[in-house]
Protein backbone atom coordinates (compact mmCIF):
# COMPACT_ATOMS: atom_id res chain seq x y z
CA UNK A 1 0.00 0.00 0.00
CA UNK A 2 1.44 3.41 -1.10
CA UNK A 3 0.20 7.21 -0.05
CA UNK A 4 -1.77 9.05 -2.85
CA UNK A 5 -2.69 12.66 -2.20
CA UNK A 6 -4.50 14.69 -5.20
CA UNK A 7 -4.77 18.40 -5.69
CA UNK A 8 -7.05 19.98 -8.04
CA UNK A 9 -5.81 23.20 -8.89
CA UNK A 10 -8.96 24.67 -10.92
CA UNK A 11 -10.54 24.32 -7.28
CA UNK A 12 -13.78 22.47 -6.75
CA UNK A 13 -15.73 24.07 -9.29
CA UNK A 14 -16.78 21.34 -11.39
CA UNK A 15 -15.36 17.89 -10.57
CA UNK A 16 -12.04 16.50 -12.01
CA UNK A 17 -13.11 13.67 -13.74
CA UNK A 18 -8.91 12.32 -14.23
CA UNK A 19 -8.78 12.68 -10.61
CA UNK A 20 -11.86 10.50 -9.78
CA UNK A 21 -10.46 7.76 -11.83
CA UNK A 22 -6.69 7.89 -10.39
CA UNK A 23 -8.75 7.63 -7.16
CA UNK A 24 -10.68 4.97 -7.90
CA UNK A 25 -8.18 3.25 -9.59
CA UNK A 26 -5.50 3.36 -6.45
CA UNK A 27 -7.93 2.89 -4.16
CA UNK A 28 -8.74 -0.81 -6.17
CA UNK A 29 -5.16 -1.49 -5.50
CA UNK A 30 -5.53 -1.38 -1.85
CA UNK A 31 -3.52 2.18 -1.70
CA UNK A 32 -4.53 5.22 0.87
CA UNK A 33 -6.05 8.04 -1.57
CA UNK A 34 -7.16 11.59 -0.22
CA UNK A 35 -6.66 15.32 -0.81
CA UNK A 36 -3.47 16.77 -0.21
CA UNK A 37 -2.87 17.67 3.01
CA UNK A 38 0.55 20.08 3.04
CA UNK A 39 1.52 18.74 6.69
CA UNK A 40 1.90 14.93 5.74
CA UNK A 41 4.47 13.05 3.02
CA UNK A 42 3.02 10.75 0.29
CA UNK A 43 4.76 8.31 -1.48
CA UNK A 44 2.84 10.19 -5.10
CA UNK A 45 0.59 13.74 -5.54
CA UNK A 46 -1.13 14.11 -8.53
CA UNK A 47 -1.86 17.56 -9.72
CA UNK A 48 -4.61 18.13 -12.17
CA UNK A 49 -5.37 21.32 -13.96
CA UNK A 50 -7.66 21.98 -16.68
CA UNK A 51 -7.22 25.60 -17.00
CA UNK A 52 -4.25 27.11 -17.96
CA UNK A 53 -4.83 30.44 -16.18
CA UNK A 54 -5.67 28.24 -12.97
CA UNK A 55 -2.86 29.48 -10.11
CA UNK A 56 -0.61 26.76 -8.48
CA UNK A 57 -0.88 25.27 -5.70
CA UNK A 58 0.11 27.40 -2.96
CA UNK A 59 0.88 24.59 -0.10
CA UNK A 60 4.26 22.99 0.27
CA UNK A 61 4.32 19.59 -1.12
CA UNK A 62 6.10 16.81 0.80
CA UNK A 63 6.35 13.64 -1.80
CA UNK A 64 8.56 11.08 -3.61
CA UNK A 65 7.01 11.67 -6.59
CA UNK A 66 4.36 14.67 -8.17
CA UNK A 67 2.46 13.87 -11.63
CA UNK A 68 1.01 16.75 -13.00
CA UNK A 69 -1.47 16.13 -15.62
CA UNK A 70 -4.40 17.96 -16.97
CA UNK A 71 -4.99 20.01 -20.49
CA UNK A 72 -3.50 23.07 -18.14
CA UNK A 73 -0.24 21.52 -18.23
CA UNK A 74 0.09 19.99 -22.03
CA UNK A 75 -2.08 18.36 -24.71
CA UNK A 76 -0.31 15.14 -24.43
CA UNK A 77 -0.19 13.97 -21.24
CA UNK A 78 -2.72 11.07 -20.41
CA UNK A 79 -4.01 8.23 -18.03
CA UNK A 80 -2.38 5.22 -17.49
CA UNK A 81 -4.36 2.44 -19.57
CA UNK A 82 -5.47 1.02 -16.54
CA UNK A 83 -7.22 4.13 -15.00
CA UNK A 84 -8.86 5.26 -18.13
CA UNK A 85 -11.61 2.76 -18.56
CA UNK A 86 -12.34 2.73 -14.68
CA UNK A 87 -15.84 4.01 -12.76
CA UNK A 88 -14.64 7.34 -11.17
CA UNK A 89 -14.47 7.35 -7.90
CA UNK A 90 -17.57 9.99 -6.61
CA UNK A 91 -16.88 9.93 -3.13
CA UNK A 92 -13.98 12.35 -3.40
CA UNK A 93 -16.65 15.05 -4.91
CA UNK A 94 -19.57 14.52 -2.36
CA UNK A 95 -21.13 17.85 -2.88
CA UNK A 96 -22.10 16.55 -7.18
CA UNK A 97 -24.65 13.60 -7.55
CA UNK A 98 -24.76 13.42 -10.79
CA UNK A 99 -22.67 11.05 -13.13
CA UNK A 100 -19.82 12.45 -15.16
CA UNK A 101 -18.17 10.83 -18.40
CA UNK A 102 -17.54 10.69 -21.93
CA UNK A 103 -19.37 8.34 -24.17
CA UNK A 104 -17.05 9.73 -27.48
CA UNK A 105 -14.04 11.84 -27.85
CA UNK A 106 -12.57 13.61 -30.83
CA UNK A 107 -14.17 16.11 -33.40
CA UNK A 108 -13.83 17.07 -37.00
CA UNK A 109 -14.75 20.52 -36.95
CA UNK A 110 -10.91 21.86 -36.14
CA UNK A 111 -12.62 25.54 -34.61
CA UNK A 112 -9.55 27.47 -34.62
CA UNK A 113 -10.25 28.21 -31.15
CA UNK A 114 -10.70 25.56 -29.79
CA UNK A 115 -8.24 22.46 -28.67
CA UNK A 116 -10.28 19.40 -28.76
CA UNK A 117 -8.90 18.33 -32.07
CA UNK A 118 -5.41 18.42 -31.23
CA UNK A 119 -6.06 17.21 -28.27
CA UNK A 120 -8.67 14.20 -28.57
CA UNK A 121 -8.27 13.63 -32.52
CA UNK A 122 -10.06 14.86 -35.78
CA UNK A 123 -12.75 12.33 -35.65
CA UNK A 124 -15.10 11.52 -33.40
CA UNK A 125 -15.08 8.20 -32.01
CA UNK A 126 -16.72 5.82 -29.12
CA UNK A 127 -15.38 6.09 -26.27
CA UNK A 128 -17.08 4.19 -23.48
CA UNK A 129 -20.38 3.05 -22.86
CA UNK A 130 -22.39 4.63 -20.50
CA UNK A 131 -22.71 1.63 -17.86
CA UNK A 132 -18.66 2.39 -17.50
CA UNK A 133 -19.48 5.17 -15.70
CA UNK A 134 -23.06 5.44 -15.09
CA UNK A 135 -24.28 4.25 -11.28
CA UNK A 136 -27.89 5.21 -11.38
CA UNK A 137 -27.25 8.37 -10.54
CA UNK A 138 -30.99 10.91 -11.19
CA UNK A 139 -28.50 12.94 -13.84
CA UNK A 140 -25.90 12.44 -16.41
CA UNK A 141 -23.32 15.52 -17.10
CA UNK A 142 -21.71 14.36 -20.70
CA UNK A 143 -18.70 15.95 -21.46
CA UNK A 144 -17.74 14.64 -25.02
CA UNK A 145 -17.19 17.28 -27.16
CA UNK A 146 -18.50 16.09 -30.36
CA UNK A 147 -21.49 13.30 -30.00
CA UNK A 148 -23.49 13.99 -33.11
CA UNK A 149 -20.42 13.23 -35.73
CA UNK A 150 -19.59 10.08 -33.95
CA UNK A 151 -20.55 7.24 -36.62
CA UNK A 152 -21.73 4.96 -33.41
CA UNK A 153 -23.77 8.23 -32.65
CA UNK A 154 -27.44 6.29 -32.13
CA UNK A 155 -25.47 3.42 -30.01
CA UNK A 156 -24.89 6.28 -27.36
CA UNK A 157 -28.19 7.90 -27.56
CA UNK A 158 -29.25 4.48 -27.02
CA UNK A 159 -28.23 4.32 -24.03
CA UNK A 160 -28.66 7.88 -22.79
CA UNK A 161 -32.62 7.40 -23.52
CA UNK A 162 -32.83 3.94 -21.62
CA UNK A 163 -30.97 5.25 -18.34
CA UNK A 164 -34.05 7.29 -17.36
CA UNK A 165 -31.98 9.69 -16.38
CA UNK A 166 -31.81 13.43 -17.17
CA UNK A 167 -28.89 14.48 -19.63
CA UNK A 168 -27.05 17.08 -19.63
CA UNK A 169 -25.22 17.87 -22.95
CA UNK A 170 -22.43 20.05 -21.25
CA UNK A 171 -20.00 20.58 -24.04
CA UNK A 172 -22.57 21.43 -26.62
CA UNK A 173 -24.74 19.19 -29.40
CA UNK A 174 -23.79 19.72 -33.08
CA UNK A 175 -27.06 22.03 -34.53
CA UNK A 176 -25.67 21.31 -37.88
CA UNK A 177 -25.77 17.39 -36.87
CA UNK A 178 -29.54 17.26 -34.82
CA UNK A 179 -32.13 16.53 -38.15
CA UNK A 180 -31.45 12.97 -38.79
CA UNK A 181 -30.95 12.07 -34.91
CA UNK A 182 -34.16 14.53 -33.36
CA UNK A 183 -36.27 11.44 -33.09
CA UNK A 184 -33.98 9.50 -30.60
CA UNK A 185 -32.48 12.67 -28.93
CA UNK A 186 -36.70 13.71 -28.12
CA UNK A 187 -36.44 10.15 -26.33
CA UNK A 188 -34.34 11.38 -23.90
CA UNK A 189 -34.80 13.31 -20.68
CA UNK A 190 -33.16 16.35 -21.30
CA UNK A 191 -32.08 18.79 -18.09
CA UNK A 192 -30.49 21.34 -20.34
CA UNK A 193 -30.09 21.19 -24.27
CA UNK A 194 -26.63 22.90 -25.31
CA UNK A 195 -25.73 24.04 -28.44
CA UNK A 196 -23.52 26.56 -30.04
CA UNK A 197 -23.26 29.09 -32.60
CA UNK A 198 -19.67 30.35 -32.61
CA UNK A 199 -19.16 31.37 -36.38
CA UNK A 200 -21.16 34.50 -37.36
CA UNK A 201 -19.79 34.04 -41.46
CA UNK A 202 -22.19 30.76 -41.02
CA UNK A 203 -25.40 30.86 -40.87
CA UNK A 204 -27.02 28.72 -38.76
CA UNK A 205 -30.68 30.33 -38.72
CA UNK A 206 -31.92 26.78 -40.27
CA UNK A 207 -30.80 24.30 -38.05
CA UNK A 208 -32.00 26.53 -35.13
CA UNK A 209 -34.77 26.85 -36.88
CA UNK A 210 -35.31 23.22 -37.62
CA UNK A 211 -34.28 22.55 -33.74
CA UNK A 212 -37.06 24.81 -32.34
CA UNK A 213 -39.33 23.31 -34.44
CA UNK A 214 -38.85 19.52 -33.53
CA UNK A 215 -37.13 19.29 -30.24
CA UNK A 216 -39.22 17.83 -27.58
CA UNK A 217 -37.81 20.62 -25.65
CA UNK A 218 -39.74 23.63 -26.00
CA UNK A 219 -38.82 25.59 -22.79
CA UNK A 220 -36.37 28.17 -24.07
CA UNK A 221 -34.49 28.67 -20.56
CA UNK A 222 -33.74 25.10 -21.21
CA UNK A 223 -32.76 25.34 -24.88
CA UNK A 224 -28.90 27.44 -24.44
CA UNK A 225 -26.74 28.23 -27.41
CA UNK A 226 -23.15 29.39 -26.31
CA UNK A 227 -22.21 32.54 -29.10
CA UNK A 228 -18.88 33.33 -28.82
CA UNK A 229 -17.32 36.74 -28.84
CA UNK A 230 -14.18 38.53 -28.59
CA UNK A 231 -12.52 36.01 -31.09
CA UNK A 232 -13.46 36.50 -34.73
CA UNK A 233 -16.76 38.87 -34.84
CA UNK A 234 -17.86 42.23 -34.75
CA UNK A 235 -20.04 43.75 -32.16
CA UNK A 236 -23.11 43.53 -34.65
CA UNK A 237 -22.19 40.38 -35.49
CA UNK A 238 -22.51 39.41 -31.61
CA UNK A 239 -25.84 40.98 -31.10
CA UNK A 240 -27.20 39.70 -34.40
CA UNK A 241 -26.72 35.89 -33.25
CA UNK A 242 -28.27 36.60 -29.79
CA UNK A 243 -31.27 38.25 -31.30
CA UNK A 244 -31.83 35.88 -33.74
CA UNK A 245 -31.27 32.72 -31.06
CA UNK A 246 -33.72 34.81 -29.07
CA UNK A 247 -36.08 35.08 -31.51
CA UNK A 248 -36.03 31.50 -32.51
CA UNK A 249 -36.90 30.57 -29.16
CA UNK A 250 -33.25 29.89 -27.60
CA UNK A 251 -31.30 31.41 -24.87
CA UNK A 252 -28.01 32.98 -25.89
CA UNK A 253 -25.06 32.50 -23.39
CA UNK A 254 -22.10 34.59 -24.20
CA UNK A 255 -18.83 33.46 -23.88
CA UNK A 256 -16.57 35.85 -23.77
CA UNK A 257 -12.66 34.41 -25.37
CA UNK A 258 -9.42 34.67 -23.99
CA UNK A 259 -10.75 36.64 -21.09
CA UNK A 260 -8.41 35.30 -18.55
CA UNK A 261 -5.87 37.35 -20.61
CA UNK A 262 -7.09 41.05 -20.27
CA UNK A 263 -9.20 40.82 -16.73
CA UNK A 264 -8.99 38.65 -13.25
CA UNK A 265 -11.07 36.55 -11.80
CA UNK A 266 -13.33 39.90 -10.83
CA UNK A 267 -13.40 41.21 -13.92
CA UNK A 268 -10.63 44.35 -13.06
CA UNK A 269 -8.21 44.93 -15.64
CA UNK A 270 -4.55 42.71 -15.35
CA UNK A 271 -2.17 45.49 -14.79
CA UNK A 272 -0.18 43.99 -17.69
CA UNK A 273 -3.56 44.43 -20.17
CA UNK A 274 -2.27 47.68 -21.39
CA UNK A 275 1.16 46.86 -22.77
CA UNK A 276 -0.03 43.44 -24.04
CA UNK A 277 -3.04 44.54 -26.46
CA UNK A 278 -3.62 47.00 -28.76
CA UNK A 279 -5.96 50.21 -27.99
CA UNK A 280 -8.55 48.70 -29.88
CA UNK A 281 -8.39 45.11 -28.88
CA UNK A 282 -8.90 46.95 -25.40
CA UNK A 283 -11.86 48.72 -26.17
CA UNK A 284 -13.58 45.56 -28.42
CA UNK A 285 -12.74 43.22 -25.37
CA UNK A 286 -14.58 45.81 -22.95
CA UNK A 287 -17.92 46.10 -24.91
CA UNK A 288 -17.39 42.22 -25.38
CA UNK A 289 -17.21 42.17 -21.75
CA UNK A 290 -20.54 44.62 -21.01
CA UNK A 291 -22.35 42.26 -23.63
CA UNK A 292 -21.50 38.82 -21.85
CA UNK A 293 -22.84 40.52 -18.76
CA UNK A 294 -25.79 42.28 -20.13
CA UNK A 295 -26.56 38.55 -21.86
CA UNK A 296 -26.05 36.05 -19.34
CA UNK A 297 -27.88 38.03 -16.22
CA UNK A 298 -31.41 37.01 -17.53
CA UNK A 299 -32.77 39.42 -15.45
CA UNK A 300 -31.29 42.02 -17.16
CA UNK A 301 -31.57 40.45 -20.55
CA UNK A 302 -35.22 40.24 -20.43
CA UNK A 303 -35.98 43.44 -19.14
CA UNK A 304 -33.40 46.10 -21.64
CA UNK A 305 -31.97 46.22 -24.89
CA UNK A 306 -28.03 46.18 -25.30
CA UNK A 307 -27.87 49.68 -25.80
CA UNK A 308 -30.16 50.72 -23.13
CA UNK A 309 -28.10 48.76 -21.34
CA UNK A 310 -24.94 50.41 -22.31
CA UNK A 311 -26.55 53.77 -21.42
CA UNK A 312 -26.58 53.19 -17.61
CA UNK A 313 -22.87 52.28 -17.62
CA UNK A 314 -19.97 54.44 -17.64
CA UNK A 315 -17.72 55.42 -20.49
CA UNK A 316 -15.40 52.88 -21.81
CA UNK A 317 -12.07 53.43 -19.79
CA UNK A 318 -9.02 51.50 -20.74
CA UNK A 319 -6.86 50.19 -17.98
CA UNK A 320 -4.60 53.12 -17.89
CA UNK A 321 -7.15 55.53 -16.51
CA UNK A 322 -7.04 52.45 -13.47
CA UNK A 323 -11.08 52.80 -14.05
CA UNK A 324 -13.34 49.82 -15.64
Given at each position: ?30 D???W ?7 D ?22 I ?19 I ?8 Q???A ?33 F ?5 V ?15 R???Q ?65 A ?31 Y ?11 W ?15 F??C ?36
Amino acid sequence: MIAIALIDEDGSRFPNLALMKLSAWHKGAGDRVEWHDPQKHYDRVYISKIFTESPAYPDPIHADEIVRGGTGYGLKNTLPAEAEHICPDYALYPQYQEAYGYLTRGCPRKCPFCIVSEKEGAVSRHAADLDEFYRGQGVIKLLDPNLLACRDRERALGQLAASGARVDFTQGLDVRLCGDVMPLLNSIKVKMLHLAWDNPREDLTGHFQFCAEHSAEKNPRNRRAYVLVNYWSTHAEDLWRIETLLHLGFDPYVMLYDKHRFVDARGRWLPSAQSQHTEEALRHFKLCQHMQRWCNNKAVFRSVGFEEYLRGKRKLVLPASGCM
